[in-house]
Every structure is written in C-alpha cells, then in structure tokens.
C-alpha cells in the first residue's frame, strides 16, 4: 500500500557530500520510524539512520558526525544528507518505514558510488 520512492543517489568523490530523498505516497504521521538502510557488495544490508515520530535519530556507528537524517512534513519525505563521503559508504541505499499499527515498506533503492 505505501509507496516510497528514493531519489539522488548517484557518484561522488571522497570528501565530497550527497543528499538523497525518499518520497511517501501518504503522511509521514502515520509512520512510526522511518529510516534508511544500506547494502554493499557481498555484504549484509546494515541500518544507516532512523528518526521516530518524537524526533529520536539513530546512527550507524560508521556515519556518526557525517550523515544526518531528517524528516519534511510537508512534502511527506525523509532525507538523509550524506558528508564526507569515503569509499566505503558505496552502497544501495533503501528507505524504509514502519507503519505505526505494524507493517514495514520498502523502496527500490538508489545506488550510491563514491571515489576516491
């Protein structure tokens, strides 16, 4: 039933900055958490960052300090503002949420590449 879909995922160099945007099909008031996952060649898709309905953020361990994830009531979106990108952030980005009476939705993903 909720659609999401992931935008600007694409190719940076090292050091450099990438935004992406996932776009749900109805109000982010009715997700409990909402989130982004990440899953790079011959590894297991791993959590990035999640943020719930009262504002708690959660952070993977690797993108503390670099990434921030943020939520726009407005256009019912979650973004995820990716800095200081290294090689190892190379991965399918996915966006999820969990509806707040149960149910998890997935996006197709976007592919992010960085250089060095």
């Known amino acids: 039933q909720v659609q999401l879909v992931e935008s600007g995922g694409g190719l940076a160099q090292a050091g450099g900055s990438l935004r992406l945007s996932c776009a749900a099909s109805?109000?982010?008031?009715?997700?409990?958490?909402m989130g982004w996952y990440r899953q790079a060649p011959g590894k297991q898709r791993e959590l990035v960052a999640t943020?719930?309905?009262?504002?708690?953020?959660n952070y993977a361990d690797s993108v503390k300090g670099r990434f921030t994830i943020s939520r726009d009531t407005t256009k019912n979106t979650v973004n995820l503002q990716m800095n200081s990108l290294r090689f190892e952030d190379t991965a399918v980005y996915y966006c999820?949420?969990?509806?707040?009476?149960?149910?998890?939705?997935w996006g197709q993903g976007t592919q992010v590449t960085v250089s060095s």
């Open positions: 999820s949420v969990r509806k707040r009476f149960g149910g998890d939705y």
């Open positions: 109805e109000s982010i008031f009715n997700f409990n958490v």
């Open positions: 943020v719930t309905l009262t504002g708690s953020t």
